[in-house]
């Protein structure tokens, strides 16, 4: 491959890379391992290894461009990302590298991911500590990150008053005795929390 021009795009530390013959890509400095991105200019002839290093650090661009456009509309986990990503048939190992700059550089995030579903979650559901746990659990954020997001949300949120409403919720879909006391537990509220509310 022989580079035809090089130049820095609007989007910070990416550049865009011409060859001779092919199609553009785009490249940053931090996906390039062992060759010299100042060698990267034109007139410069890459070949095989180099070459695909090069090559490597476009698809990881790509798969970046992509997930950057992700996160543009939501907060995402990166469980969550990394399985939209596959599903569009992006490489395993190019969505670990793009991720790894995202996560580096604070644009994602599984603790602020955490918080904003809770926040979320909290619309339209009725949910306890255990429930919610499980919940994110499932999305794929690390145990101390759930155990630190659901801290801060039950200091701002009153879990005693959530499995009221939940109670409430569940007694006017004509729920009572041990199926409102199962509904509640499924909810994930404590036993005791539920004593103190179902008098």
């Known amino acids: 491959m022989t580079i ?14 011409e060859p001779e013959e092919g199609a553009a890509f785009f490249i940053r400095k931090e996906y390039l391992a062992s060759v010299d991105f100042d060698s990267v200019e034109p007139g410069a002839v890459f070949e095989g290894e180099a070459q695909d290093e090069l ?12 997930a950057v456009g992700y996160l543009a509309r939501a907060e995402q986990s990166r469980f969550g990302l990394t399985n939209k ?19 580096g550089r ?5 603790l602020r991911f955490a918080q904003a579903w809770l926040h979320d979650r909290k619309i339209n559901h009725f949910e306890g500590r255990s429930k919610l746990a499980a919940e994110l659990g499932a ?11 659901l801290d801060e949300f039950f200091t ?7 499995c009221r409403k939940a109670y409430e919720k ?21 036993y ?5 509310i179902v008098q």
């Open 4 to 17: 035809k021009s090089i130049a820095e795009t609007s989007y910070s530390g990416m550049f865009r890379v």
């Open 55 to 66: 090559l490597d650090a476009g698809l990881i661009s790509a798969v970046e461009f992509k």
């Open 85 to 103: 990503l596959i599903n569009k048939k992006y490489d395993k190992k190019y969505i670990d590298a793009a991720l790894t700059y995202l996560e």
């Open 106 to 110: 604070g644009y994602l995030n599984d």
């Open 139 to 149: 999305r794929g954020i690390e145990r101390e990150i759930v155990s630190a997001a």
């Open 156 to 162: 701002e949120n009153d879990e005693s008053q959530i």
């Open 170 to 190: 569940f007694t006017r879909q004509g729920k009572e005795g041990e199926k409102l006391l199962a509904a509640l537990m499924r909810a994930g509220f404590t």
């Open 192 to 196: 005791k929390m539920i004593k103190d």
